[in-house]
């Protein structure tokens, strides 16, 4: 392993291929003491997995940066090419406020040009759920968003998507992973330069037509007009959203006297300097946005992540003090309202119908489903599963696709998580509850009554690098092998494990643990983070009830460290 760190490094060092910024970067290193840092940047190439590539920018094979992304898309577009043959090719690229994103992009551009790809490349910064409608509506081969989604400020990634708009799936993603591995040398990867593929056709910058198409989509996807104006706090968290999220609200008839955007936070940033990180899932993403709710007296507070498919929402209590809710919480809201909304307006047939969700979503949304007769499905983690199920199941009509992680989406225009559909939505829903004397808290309050209060949990624990992630393989595989040791003799009923294929899903590295009280407790390393997640469901005749089995099962499945 050592001489091959070091080899791999001479040749980054030296060889003219790499910039002189890069060669200076590493052979710094390779003068350096800290052989940590320099076996992390080239014991292994940056896995493109199968969602796409996903790291830390920096010089090296296991880092992001421009030679890698060459790489990346030099598979990529081996791969279109081998599926289209004869056929003219297109893809649509996107990315968002992180550093590098705009360079990445127009390499990726580049590098398909040279293979005779046609790129449309937005004009800046986009949601990549508008990447997703793009490659739809541009009816294009592919498509690739520069992102690293919610990671913190040192990391990119390199999402792809496929013709249907949704993210690769199998086969296409091992196909296009194979493709990728097959580059080894850069030096050989054709490059042209931007100002000639822009001359040529090959690149053609996008922008204004694509967002009046997805805003017009999303808004096809309401509910119930709005009655009642709100009060409206947003912060994109220095990301994509801080154009087209203002603009949805004002075009579903909310004034720019409602919408109070977080100055301090509007501005794209990658450096995310008002947040550790810049995921709405993370509570204290929301503390400068709660000081603007609490001066403004807000109905209702909202966050998106860099790439705009995240959202998360605060809303007052009983007590008129902001609280939030977890991802849970608002796809269960949404799943009542908007069921409850098609019911109302004749437009539900329960016989056709589906909500998908995925299996660490919670079970709220099931039993919601049950009371109006509606199919509810379940998926693995991901929403590239949802945007698959809609693929495969064109006789159904879809409804509405939820996943834990604050990811909703309403309508098959896209196929991934939106953020700015999902602002609407809400905003929209919490309009309609005001205008009947209630509220999204109270109307939260009612669904517990009725269905039962439910009480989920994410326990995330960070494994950085190779030793990091030689330790999340060995808690899973004695989660595996010694559940009871493990668990300290707490009884559990029934351990499924999707490693050997359940309910004729894909297999997948994830465990799920289930009780005879009904608690579930899942557990998974992160597809796209040095994370494993432990995700605890229980359902209680009570708040306290609840909590305390939560805290019960926390305290049997999360390692000391």
Known sequence: ????????????????VFDEETRLEIQRLLDGTDNNELTDRFYRQLEFGTGGLRGVLGAGTNRMNVYTVRIATAGLAHYLLSMYKGMDTAVCIAFDSRHNSGVF???????????????????SLRPVPELSFCVRYKRAAAGVCITASHNPPEYNGYKVYFGDGGQIIHPHDLNIINEVNKVTDISGIPVVP?????????????????????????????????????????????GSGYRLIPEILRRKGFTAADICLVEEQAAPDGNFPTV???????????????????????????????????????????????????????????TDYILAGLMDAGMLQSNRASVVKTIVTTGLIKDICDGYSVQCVELLTGFKYIGQW??????????????????????????DKDGVLAASLICEMASYYKSLGSSLYERLQHIYKKYGYYCESLVSITMKGQEGHKGIMSIMDSLRTEPKKLLGGLEFQEIRDYKDGVSGLPRSNVLSFLFRDGSRVVVRPSGTEPKIKYYFMVKGVSEVSAEIRNKELQEAFIPPH
């Open 1 to 16: 392993m050592k001489k091959l760190v070091f080899s791999r490094a001479r040749q980054w060092a030296s060889l003219p």
């Open 105 to 123: 992009a127009r390499e990726t551009a580049r590098v398909f040009a040279a293979h005779g790809i046609k790129s449309y490349l937005f004009d």
């Open 194 to 238: 931007f100002d000639d593929a822009l001359d040529s056709g090959l690149i053609e910058y996008i922008g204004r037509e694509i967002d009046e198409a997805y805003l017009n989509e999303i808004l096809r996807q309401s509910i119930r007009p709005i009655n009642e104006s709100l009060t409206i706090v947003y912060t994109p968290l220095h």
């Open 276 to 334: 550790k990180v810049p995921n709405p899932e993370d509570r204290e993403t929301f503390s400068i946005a709660l000081q603007y709710a609490a001066r403004t007296n807000a109905d209702i507070v909202l966050a998106t992540d860099p790439d705009c498919d995240r959202i998360g929402a605060a809303v007052k209590d009983l007590n008129a003090e902001h609280v939030l809710l977890n991802g849970n919480q608002v796809g269960a809201l949404l």
């Open 390 to 415: 809609i693929k495969l199941n064109p006789d159904r009509d879809f409804i509405f696709g939820a996943e834990e992680s604050y990811g909703y989406l309403r309508g098959t225009y896209a196929r």
